[in-house]
């Protein structure tokens, strides 16, 4: 599907859909936004920091004959969150489709882990996907179901990881706010389905991301790493791009409320493989 939808003059799967991504000034969205944005959506590149970053994903978004512009906003803030998804309806019109990307890690052993590294993964990480969230539901109830655009009154993807499943030592606040975002996912899904509002994750594995540099960036951290991912490669941001996207088409109207796991086959626990 990847090879298909990439062609020049293929279906422009979200054609006429309006996008919301946060954290889209690099790493996976970054490549999310653009991706959207070539599928046909016009697309916010929220930000919190590197306004030049953002403007070049707008730059790059533009270029497919689509509407885009960059908003910076701290997504664990609430008037920030309302503000910029207010601005998006007043310039675009409305949100079609939300991917609550914005995420960091503030790592550290669980006794040396101050209260402000765990409050803010999960204020960014949580909290911040629960804001966005709400606000785009406002509108979707609002517009309700637009048939010529898309069979759903509004899509979220929440983007979660690999560790809403996989303990993380050294990693609590990462992991917890993670398994939060999964529950909160299933809720609002079963909460929102019966509008036409599809709520579903993403989950991606090790990914080369600058989040992450230090798993990858030497031969012996790749190797260490690769050791985790049965089939062979580390991900590429643009791996999560692709499945956001057809996540966010109609392709998969009937799937709701579901997790899809991008990681090469890290879930599979790859340790067991030869006995444990």
């Known amino acids: 599907m990847r090879g298909v939808a990439r062609e020049a003059g293929s279906v422009r799967l979200l054609s006429g859909q309006k996008a919301l991504v946060t954290g889209a000034n690099s790493g996976i969205g970054r490549a999310t936004a653009i991706r959207l944005g070539r599928a046909g959506a016009d697309v916010v590149v929220n930000y919190v920091a590197d306004r030049t970053a953002a403007e070049e994903v707008v730059k790059e978004i533009q270029g497919f004959g689509v509407r885009a512009y960059a908003h910076e906003a701290d997504v664990s803030q609430e008037d ?80 979660s990881s690999v ?28 909460e929102l389905a019966p509008e036409r509002i599809r709520v579903n994750a993403v989950a991606p594995g090790a990914i080369r991301t600058p989040i992450n540099r230090g798993a990858w960036e030497t031969d012996e951290a790749e190797a260490g790493l690769l050791k985790l ?48």
């Not at 941001?237 to 890290?266: F, N, R, W």
């Not at 879930?267 to 030869?274: C, E, H, K, R, Y």
């Open 163 to 190: 560790h809403q499943v996989i303990p993380w030592a050294g990693h609590v606040n990462y992991a917890s706010s993670k398994g939060g975002v999964q529950m909160m996912m299933a809720t609002l899904a079963q």
């Open 80 to 159: 920030q969150v309302v503000r910029m998804v207010s601005r998006m309806v007043d310039e675009l019109g409305t949100i079609d489709v939300l991917v609550a990307n914005a995420g960091l890690q503030r790592d550290a052993p669980i006794a040396s882990m101050s209260l402000q590294e765990w409050h803010t993964v999960l204020e960014v990480n949580l909290t911040g996907q629960f804001l966005c969230a709400r606000e785009a539901v406002k509108e979707f109830r609002r517009r309700g179901v637009v048939p010529d655009v898309s069979r759903a009154a509004g899509k979220i993807i929440c983007m």
């Open 229 to 276: 991912i049965p089939y062979g490669r580390i991900g590429e941001p643009e791996d999560i791009a692709d499945a956001v996207l057809v996540m966010a088409s109609d392709l998969l109207d009937y799937v709701v409320g579901t997790t899809l796991y991008v990681d090469g086959g890290m879930t599979l626990f790859p340790g067991f493989a030869t006995g444990g």
